[in-house]
């Protein structure tokens, strides 16, 4: 058997990296390549139904429908200082850290504690599953005029 040349921290950190260059473009040039080339084709994206792009979104169509909500919100999506949390041999990690929002339409900037469960499948080198967990969804959706 042959060791991966990637771990999930480095998947994930490859995904964050796509993330932030996806998000901040002007709708126009929004290049989702980078991100979906690091997505199984069965990856599975669970946003709490409380948020504006709250759902299940599955495969990189589904993700890109998601991506592209969040990108309409936020100009900025930054998951600044995470703490990743793997066990040897594991797919799966859990990643504490701030996350920074900033409103696309009125330059609100938001920074609170986030969470997320990610699977990968390390042979393919890509996210299977991914489940955040917001930390101020009241004050996320009131940022962004969603539910009031």
Sequence with gaps: MSTP????RSILKAFYDAEVIYMSAPPEQRDF????????P???LVQTPHLPYG????????????AKQMADLFDVVDVQ????FEK?????????????FRVRKTGENIFFPFCQ???????????TEMKPFYWDVHTLNKAVGYGQ
Excluded at 33 to 40: K, Q, T, Y
Excluded at 55 to 66: A, C, H, I, N
Excluded at 81 to 84: H, N, V
């Design 88 to 100: 040897e041999g594991s797919s799966r990690i859990v990643v504490l850290s701030t996350v920074h």
């Design 117 to 127: 469960a990610v699977t990968v499948d390390l042979d393919a080198e890509q996210i």
């Design 5 to 8: 040349k990637h771990t999930p």
């Design 81 to 84: 200082d995470p703490e990743i």
């Design 42 to 44: 069965n990856i599975n």
């Design 33 to 40: 390549s980078g991100m979906a080339a690091l997505l199984s």
């Design 55 to 66: 759902g299940v979104f599955t495969g990189p169509t589904g993700f890109q429908e998601w």
